[in-house]
């Protein structure tokens, strides 16, 4: 029987796997090569809490999206806040307010994305990250000064292109 808390297509899928592999298991397994060191990354304790590049990037919360190292960036060049369809929400604007006045940054993007579940079309998310836009150029959140600029990322070709 499933305990409860288990979900049934990963627990039923490892008692089948479990009993086809016991016959395997009486084998002795193959020597592991050892793994190469990964790559040092920066000390999180080193980096300042301010954005190093003064930017704040608003996205999709889809897993297909690497903000930073879509624009270049690395850990703490950046704030970045997610959510479903990359939308000015009230948290949305409440966060950007915090990164510019309390945290010093000057600009935002927003990126939108294809295939998006949030939005019925790829038009309607890139109507939503125009919304966006004027959302928080519309707001208290950010001076006038405060650069917005917004981007679509195709999740297709891998293409990051500027709203029109």
């Given at each position: 029987?499933?305990?409860?808390?288990?979900?049934?297509?990963?627990?039923?899928?490892?008692?089948?796997s479990?009993?086809?592999?016991?016959?395997a298991?009486?084998?002795?397994?193959a020597?592991?090569?050892?793994?190469?060191?990964?790559?040092?990354?920066?000390?999180?304790?080193?980096l300042?809490?301010?954005?190093?590049?003064?930017?704040?990037?608003?996205t999709c919360?889809?897993a297909?999206?690497?903000?930073?190292?879509?624009?270049?960036?690395?850990?703490?060049?950046?704030?970045v806040?997610?959510?479903?369809?990359?939308?000015?929400?009230?948290?949305?604007?409440?966060?950007?307010?915090?990164?510019?006045?309390?945290?010093?940054t000057?600009?935002?993007?927003?990126?939108?994305?294809?295939?998006?579940?949030?939005?019925?079309?790829?038009?309607?998310?890139a109507s939503?990250?125009?919304?966006?836009?004027?959302?928080?150029?519309?707001?208290s959140?950010?001076?006038?000064?405060?650069?917005?600029?917004?981007?679509?990322?195709?999740?297709?070709?891998?293409?990051?292109?500027?709203?029109?």
């Amino acid at each position: 029987m499933t305990p409860p808390s288990s979900w049934e297509p990963f627990g039923a899928a490892r008692r089948l796997s479990e009993a086809a592999e016991a016959p395997a298991r009486a084998a002795k397994p193959a020597p592991v090569p050892p793994a190469a060191p990964a790559p040092a990354a920066p000390a999180v304790s080193a980096l300042r809490r301010e954005p190093a590049r003064k930017l704040v990037i608003i996205t999709c919360m889809d897993a297909r999206i690497e903000p930073l190292s879509l624009l270049g960036l690395r850990l703490g060049d950046a704030h970045v806040i997610r959510n479903a369809g990359a939308t000015a929400s009230d948290d949305v604007l409440r966060s950007v307010r915090a990164s510019h006045s309390l945290l010093g940054t000057r600009r935002a993007v927003v990126i939108g994305h294809t295939d998006c579940a949030g939005h019925p079309s790829d038009e309607a998310a890139a109507s939503a990250v125009a919304e966006t836009l004027r959302r928080i150029r519309g707001s208290s959140a950010v001076p006038d000064s405060f650069g917005l600029e917004g981007l679509m990322f195709d999740v297709r070709t891998g293409e990051l292109r500027p709203l029109r």
